[in-house]
């Protein structure tokens, strides 16, 4: 990874928010500071920043026996610390290892995974949030496949901007050989099929493939891959 391109991307992120904070950026880059600039409209912007699966739901399995789970959550609270990090407001729908059926007290017998996904949802109904992001990670039968993908939800037309943000800046910052294209969801995946905000589910990547499940199980990485998606929020807020 080129730390000089981290270092621009850090700088488009503060470009694009009128931020001068030096110690921001820093800290994006992992630097020692103790300075964060927080903007008062930004305060007013909520995100969603949502880890998929949980609890007994492991989500895919890589074949060295990784879950989806526990890298999805650790990727997603990368991204909530710098989106809160850059004086917005980013709420995570779990920041432990559980399913969220059981949130809000509903009866959810033999309903876990519905009532699962219903949650999330309703969490970011709770929080007034301006938009959601869940994070995921992908598999498939062939062990070739690799990349981050990001689908969109088609109930808002902001849905397809954030996420074509999202896998422009993974593309220039992360996997400059990635040639994947936003998709649109289809009704097979609930949360963007329900969802009112602008919504976009985010493959991080394949844990069928060798390539990318090293570099998700490796916190670097993820902490690159955090700032890639926030700084496509940022972008996106500001478009
Ligand atoms: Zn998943």
Do not use: W
């Not at 931020?19 to 880059?29: E, F, R």
């Not at 949502?50 to 890298?71: M, P, R, T």
Request: net charge negative; proline share 1%.
């Amino acid at each position: 990874m080129n730390s000089q391109k981290f270092f621009f991307l850090g700088f488009t992120i503060l470009s694009a928010i009128f931020l001068v904070s030096a110690a921001v950026i820093g800290h994006l880059l992992n630097i020692q500071s103790e300075t964060v600039f927080v903007s008062t409209d930004a305060q007013n912007v909520c995100i969603v920043v949502d880890a998929g699966h949980g609890g007994e739901d492991g989500g895919c399995v890589s074949s060295n026996g990784i879950l989806e789970k526990d890298i999805n959550l650790e990727v997603s609270k990368k991204v909530a610390e710098i989106i809160n990090t850059m004086g917005y407001n980013a709420v995570l729908t779990r920041s432990q290892d559980k399913m969220l059926y059981d949130m809000y007290g509903d009866n959810y017998k033999g309903r876990k995974k519905t009532y699962d996904l219903k949650n999330r949802l309703k969490f970011a109904r709770e929080n007034d949030a301006d938009m959601f992001v869940s994070i995921h990670m992908n598999k498939f039968p062939q062990s070739q496949y690799k990349g981050l993908q990001v689908y969109y939800s088609k109930n808002h037309a902001n849905s397809e901007k954030l996420a074509q943000s999202i896998q422009d800046y993974c593309k220039q910052y992360l996997q400059s050989d990635n040639e994947r294209s936003v998709k649109k969801a289809d009704s097979k995946i609930f949360l963007l099929d329900r969802a009112e905000i602008p919504a976009v589910l985010v493959e991080c990547g394949f844990l069928s493939n060798a390539e990318d499940t090293e570099n998700l199980c490796d916190d670097e990485y993820r902490k690159k891959l955090g700032l890639v998606i926030a700084a496509a929020v940022f972008s996106h807020i500001e478009s």
